[in-house]
């Protein structure tokens, strides 16, 4: 089944706690994308990647790592979490092309504490 | 600044009802507008994509409309069911250089009650 898998789907940690949440699509997707989504905000992505060993920041990168040594993988790396990175993150995929349908994860919710 | 503003916020139905969401946007230069469905606690879906040429579309009971003169969408849902419960994005990408930046909706939560 193609899908978009995301671990762990449910993380409560404490402040300055390094964790990474990781990411894994089966379609042979070039970009991968990270996003978070908070009440009244909507989605905002983090970062992107538009193949192996190309990552880009998006709108807001602060706080977080992203690395992408396989195509397949996109993990999520948070350093020092703070309280404000208490969010529902996604992990998207898609093909690089125009009509790019962007097939999303399940979500993780994070709680820091 | 790409912006994309939807409304309702919120909205509350009767099953076997029709209903019409609605989506403005000041993305330039305009490459795409997607409608996703976001189930509570789950990843959005895509519904429909509608490109510049493009004033209508429909999956099912769910119907885009396109207006890229007044930068406006709307999605049209038919005789609406329970399923439909959801929150819609409307998602609308420009084409700025070889990439394509996807701006996203706070989106419309639709509940709808027997």
């Known amino acids: 089944e193609a899908q978009v898998t995301q671990n762990p789907r449910y993380l409560i940690t404490v402040t300055g706690k390094k964790l990474t949440v990781t990411c894994s699509q089966n379609?042979?997707?070039?970009?991968m994308s990270w996003y978070r989504q908070d009440p009244g905000l909507g989605l905002r992505q983090i970062y992107y990647?538009?193949?192996?060993?190309?990552?880009d920041k998006g709108d807001v990168p602060e706080g977080y790592k992203v690395s992408r040594k396989e195509k397949r993988n996109f993990p999520l790396i948070l350093e020092s979490p703070s309280p404000n990175q208490t969010s529902l993150y996604f992990c998207?995929?898609?093909?690089?092309?125009?009509?790019?349908?962007?097939?999303f994860g399940p979500g993780t919710r994070l709680t820091v504490t | 600044k790409n912006q994309v503003e939807q409304s309702p916020q919120s909205l509350i139905i009767l099953e076997g009802k029709n209903c019409t969401l609605q989506?403005?946007?000041?993305?330039?230069?305009?490459?795409?507008l997607r409608w996703y469905k976001q189930d509570t606690g789950r990843g959005p879906v895509s519904l429909t994509i509608?490109?510049?040429?493009?004033n209508t579309k429909s999956n099912g009971r769910y119907t885009a409309t396109l207006d890229a003169d007044t930068k406006q969408s709307s999605l049209h849902i038919t005789a609406s069911q329970l399923s439909d419960s959801a929150s819609y994005i409307c998602?609308?990408?420009?084409?700025?250089?070889?990439?394509?930046?996807?701006?996203f909706g706070i989106g419309t939560k639709l509940q709808v009650i027997p």
């Open positions: 998207a995929s898609s093909f690089v092309e125009r009509l790019r349908e962007q097939y």
């Open positions: 379609m042979n997707h070039e970009y």
């Open positions: 990647s538009m193949n192996v060993e190309v990552t």
């Open positions: 989506c403005n946007y000041t993305v330039s230069p305009f490459s795409n």
């Open positions: 509608m490109t510049f040429s493009e």
């Open positions: 998602v609308v990408s420009d084409n700025s250089g070889g990439y394509q930046k996807v701006t």
